[in-house]
């Protein structure tokens, strides 16, 4: 008997300091749940935007931050270009919030091609990011951009010619720096195996070295994050599941979000790479459509504030 009151107890106690942080968790204040030391800047990825129409790209996202002590900020930068251009576009929102706030640092969130945008800012000016956190961020490559790069030559002419049309029209609706830069060619060669490759060769921070496993979690002062999810199909009321689902094909079967691989998406600190979530519900879209199954993408982004929060960020 007694033997099994010791072993209840010792099971006990491992469940109590396993589930340590969560409990912690609730006992922290919820005015200051995220209030993190940096602002908190998020970058959208391609055809992206700030708001339009008064609905922001990372729906519902910024009031959940904000309402825990966060000081959030919405970025944007060209809908369709090179990595690098964005980045420079972005470091000069970076340098206006930091001029603006009097803080020394920002807190850097990208989404899909913010993911890389993101990172560059980081490689560039480290003395200007306190962490970088990629959402889906195609740290490997985006193997449905390969299969559209690898089409007969001149066949995309027309696709990005309309491509470039749209990324202008949404940039004109959204009240960010209007007419910015925008190729749609460039933007597909920077995302695509070769461009990616070539970018993390100047930009390597973060990066794993090996196939699916994680990357340096401090590079330069700055501490890097990643998390994303794996199911394509999660709502069968929100009409972009039905196109994910359709580019998931491109993948073979390897578990993705729609348009990047989980193991591709690593970049240090792993958080998760296997959210019941896919590429739109990663930013709470469309409109809140994501999955009953799956922890609300809101609570996600809240979790990864406090831990820059309690990380000193």
Excluded at 229 to 241: E, M, Q, R, V
Excluded at 288 to 294: A, I
Aim: glycine content about 10%.
């Amino acid at each position: 008997m007694n033997n099994k009151k010791t072993l209840l107890a010792l099971c006990f106690g491992a469940c109590l300091a396993a589930s340590g942080q969560s409990q912690a968790a609730l006992f922290e204040n919820p005015l200051t749940y995220t209030k993190t030391k940096y602002p908190i800047l998020l970058t959208h990825g391609v055809l992206g935007f700030d708001r339009i129409l008064g609905v922001s790209y990372w729906y519902g996202i910024p009031l959940a931050l904000s309402s825990g002590g966060a000081d959030v900020r919405l970025t944007e930068v060209s809908q369709l270009n090179s990595t690098e251009l964005r980045g420079e576009e972005l470091l000069d929102q970076v340098e206006e919030v930091i001029a603006i706030t009097g803080q020394p640092k920002v807190n850097l969130i990208g989404h899909s091609h913010g993911g890389p945008t993101v990172r560059y800012v980081a490689s560039v000016r480290p003395d200007l990011v306190a962490s970088v956190t990629s959402v889906a961020g195609p740290s490997k490559g985006v193997p449905l951009a390969d299969m559209i790069t690898n089409q007969p030559e001149g066949s995309l002419g027309y696709l990005n010619d309309v491509n470039n049309a749209l990324a202008a029209f949404i940039d004109f609706l959204s009240p960010g720096d209007p007419w910015t830069a925008q190729d749609a060619a460039t933007a597909l060669a920077s995302l695509d195996t070769a461009g990616i490759t070539a970018f993390n060769a100047r930009h390597p921070q973060g990066v794993p070295t090996t196939a699916c496993g994680e990357g340096a979690y401090v590079v330069n002062g700055v501490r890097y994050y990643s998390f994303s999810g794996t199911s394509p199909l999660t709502n069968a009321a929100d009409a972009g599941d039905a196109l994910l689902g359709l580019t998931s094909i491109a993948y073979n079967g390897t578990p993705n979000d729609g348009l990047v691989g989980a193991c591709d998406s690593h970049l240090g600190m792993t958080i998760r790479d296997d959210y019941r979530m896919n590429h739109l519900d990663e930013v709470n879209h469309a409109f809140g459509l994501t999955s009953l199954f799956e922890t609300d993408p809101k609570v996600v982004y809240r979790q990864q504030a406090n831990r820059l929060k309690n990380a000193g960020l």
